[in-house]
């Protein structure tokens, strides 16, 4: 009996019958992932410049009003200030030659996914989604590993061919062995600080579980890191985050065991109480999260193994140019009020 040929989806996405990403093998998964931003992503989010996130530059696009605290002052743009007896800044825009370092978080907490992808795959998506969007001429991509032996490093690099290895080398980062004492997330994020001087665009890759605090009132171990490094780069807090994190089922005893520290505790999750207690603290924590990410002044955003990763990332982008377009208005009324 001959066997039909599954077909594939529209623009890259699984059709019916076709295996899951996680089923492919390596060199089939970039394919797939390749095939899904460049027809997807790309043909939603138009424009080489306008990114992920609007960056720094060099570009003169007009002024806006001086904000002590926030802006330097060899920024100050003297002419408009004088017209206008009222301290103004210049803006730029992002360089054509666009650097961009990644710090993907493989440590055992990444080794973990009940849906269709687990965390660390969903981890090399994004990697792909940065790469194959901030792809260009001039522009480089460079990346830190984070594991159970330690960071490795990758040297910044432009070409497909470049990216494309580089993603190979993330699905086959070994995994983590249980017990193993990987650096934290905060020494990682402070060697791509002080590895990095150029400014940038740096993507944090994360499930962010890593050096959060035991009591409410506390703050997490990433945070005056990733603080540091935005002060001198644009960055992007990408949140990898699977549904059982969040609340449990009702499957019954079961055996659950940490991957960091290799720790097992049996639950039964036929209590209603506990699967509550479960969802209010998991909600707390993935909260704190979000709050310590916006005090860095960094841009989130939070992907899920059990969503399609590649809306995330168009509500995402649309969602930073809109903000972009909106502080771009007044900085256009005063150019034009000055002249």
């Known amino acids: 009996m001959s066997r039909v040929e599954p077909q594939p989806g529209v623009d890259g996405q699984p059709g019916r019958g076709d295996p899951t990403l996680r089923q492919l093998a390596p060199e089939h998964r970039l394919r797939r992932l390749e095939l899904l931003v460049t027809r997807r992503l790309d043909g939603l989010l138009h424009g080489q410049h306008l990114g992920l996130l609007p960056g720094p530059g060099s570009e003169y696009t007009g002024a806006r009003e001086y904000r002590a605290g926030e802006d330097e002052v060899r920024r100050m743009d003297w002419a408009v200030t004088a017209r206008t007896t009222l301290p103004h800044v210049r803006e730029l825009d992002a360089d054509r030659e666009l650097s961009t370092w990644l710090l993907v978080d493989s440590t055992p907490s990444m080794d973990f996914g009940t849906a269709e992808l687990e965390k660390r795959e969903l981890a090399v998506a994004a990697v792909a989604a940065v790469g194959f969007l901030t792809a260009g001429v001039g522009n480089r991509l460079g990346a830190h590993l984070l594991d159970a032996g330690g960071v490795r490093r990758y040297p910044a690099r432009s070409g497909r061919a470049h990216l494309l290895g580089l993603l190979g080398a993330l699905l086959a980062a070994p995994r983590g062995d249980v017990g193993g004492t990987p ?73 659950l065991v940490d991957p960091e520290t290799g720790r097992r505790r049996e639950v039964s999750t036929g209590d209603r109480g506990l699967r509550e207690r479960y969802a209010v603290a998991a909600a707390e924590q993935r909260e704190l ?35 972009a377009g909106a502080t771009r208005a007044p900085r256009t009324a005063v150019r034009g009020g000055a002249a």
């Open 183 to 255: 650096p934290s997330l905060a020494e990682a994020v402070t060697a791509l600080h002080r590895a990095n001087p150029k400014r940038g665009l740096a993507v944090i890759v994360s499930d962010f579980l890593d050096g959060l605090p035991d009591g409410e009132d506390g703050t997490p171990d990433w945070e005056r890191a990733i603080r540091r490094l935005a002060v001198r780069h644009q960055v992007l807090a990408v949140e990898v985050v699977d549904p059982r994190e969040l609340e449990l089922p009702d499957i019954g005893l079961v055996t």
């Open 289 to 323: 999260v979000r709050q310590a990410l916006r005090r860095t002044g960094a841009a989130h955003l939070s992907l899920r193994t059990d969503r399609d990763w590649t809306a995330d990332v168009v509500r995402h982008v649309h969602t930073q140019r809109r903000l």
